[in-house]
T-cell receptor, first 109, second 115 residues
């Protein structure tokens, strides 16, 4: 079966660091993606991991452990505009993305 | 550099009517994916197409839904005899290739409301 789990909601303070976890159990694996989605808008690509380890991109970093079926997205120096949903998605061997429910992050002043 | 284009952005239909949703991929992309997002739910894969071919339709409902990506023109997702439960945001994504390291980039979506 296909199962991707993320926390439903998180709250953090402006300027802080937040880590959003994602665990997955899928029948195939061809990379893990993180997208950001503001309410009523399209998902926008944040990061991609296919090998174990940390990928850093400015204020955003993503980590993958394939043996543990685990990833996290790290957001540093949080800004109010980072309030959004963060979607974890596994790409199957056929190319389709399998999404988790998404984590709604609220950044407070 | 135009991104993925979808139209219409909003579509209202009455029960029993047909809905046609269009998607033009990014320039240079020949792979198109359709996803549906029901209210308060995550994105669910529907269908994956290349030009003139359906590669994976494992997420498509068996009845009333069809998709195509002709040699010329946009990809079309067609829903016949719409019902209230079809109300959702329908997103199209495109990529240069289907596997490997290629990222899927999403369009702005079509929000379908069935009255």
């Amino acid at each position: 079966g296909q199962n991707i789990d993320q926390p439903t909601e998180m709250t953090a303070t402006e300027g802080a660091i937040v880590q959003i976890n994602c665990t997955y159990q899928t029948s195939g694996f061809n990379g893990l993606f993180w997208y950001q989605q503001h309410a009523g808008e399209a998902p926008t690509f944040l990061s991609y991991n296919v090998l174990d380890g940390l990928e850093e991109k400015g204020r955003f970093s993503s980590f993958l452990s394939r043996s543990k079926g685990y990833s996290y997205l790290l957001l540093k120096e949080l800004q109010m505009k980072d309030s959004a949903s963060y979607l974890c998605a596994v790409r199957s061997n056929t190319g389709k993305l399998i999404f988790g429910q998404g984590t709604t992050l609220q950044v407070k002043p | 550099n135009a991104g993925v284009m979808q139209n219409p952005r909003h579509l209202v239909r009455r029960r029993g009517q047909e809905a046609r949703l269009r998607c033009s991929p990014m320039k240079g992309h020949s792979h198109v994916y359709w996803y549906r997002q029901l209210p308060e739910e995550g994105l669910k894969f529907m269908v994956y197409l290349q030009k003139e071919n359906i590669i994976d339709e494992s997420g498509m409902p068996k009845e009333r839904f069809s998709a195509e990506f002709p040699k010329e023109g946009p990809s079309i997702l067609r829903i016949q005899q719409v019902v209230r439960g079809d109300s959702a945001a329908y997103f199209c994504a495109s990529s240069r290739a289907g596997v490997g390291t290629d990222t899927q980039y999403f369009g702005p979506g079509t929000r379908l409301t069935v009255l």
